[in-house]
């Protein structure tokens, strides 16, 4: 059974940091995961993924302010997110495929089969 949870949100002020994290069972451990997130009003967006071989790939909005990583040992995936906007103010959500990561997070949340509840991230 692949269960995704995430936590951590939360308010911080334009040019903060914060990391997110999601839980997920070892069953999901060999899947790639991924971060995705939707804003009020607008449409889902891939923020970022970690392949099975920790490969990491981001979306151009983040590159450079976000870190994806993946802790095995303790089955943690989890999001660094640094040099905050008003426009990363967004519900974050964790996601997870057992199958091979897609090339890009754009325009790929379809590929993905398990969702968390998701985590607010409010940046003002």
């Known amino acids: 059974h692949v269960q995704l949870v995430e936590s951590g949100g939360g308010k911080v002020e334009t040019g903060g940091s914060l990391t997110i994290s999601c839980s997920y069972s070892e069953y999901s451990s060999s899947y790639c995961l991924a971060w995705f997130r939707q804003a009020e009003g607008k449409e889902r967006e891939g923020v970022a993924l970690?392949?099975?071989?920790?490969?990491?790939v981001y979306a151009d909005s983040v590159k450079g302010r976000f870190t994806i990583s993946k802790d095995n040992n303790k089955y943690v995936l989890r999001l660094q997110m640094n040099n905050l906007k008003r426009e990363d103010t967004a519900m974050y959500y964790c996601?997870?495929?057992?199958?091979?990561?897609?090339?890009?997070?754009?325009?790929?949340?379809?590929?993905?089969?398990?969702w968390g509840q998701g985590t607010q991230v409010t940046v003002s």
């Open positions: 970690i392949e099975q071989d920790y490969t990491r």
């Open positions: 996601a997870a495929t057992p199958f091979a990561c897609p090339t890009t997070v754009r325009d790929r949340a379809a590929d993905f089969n398990y």
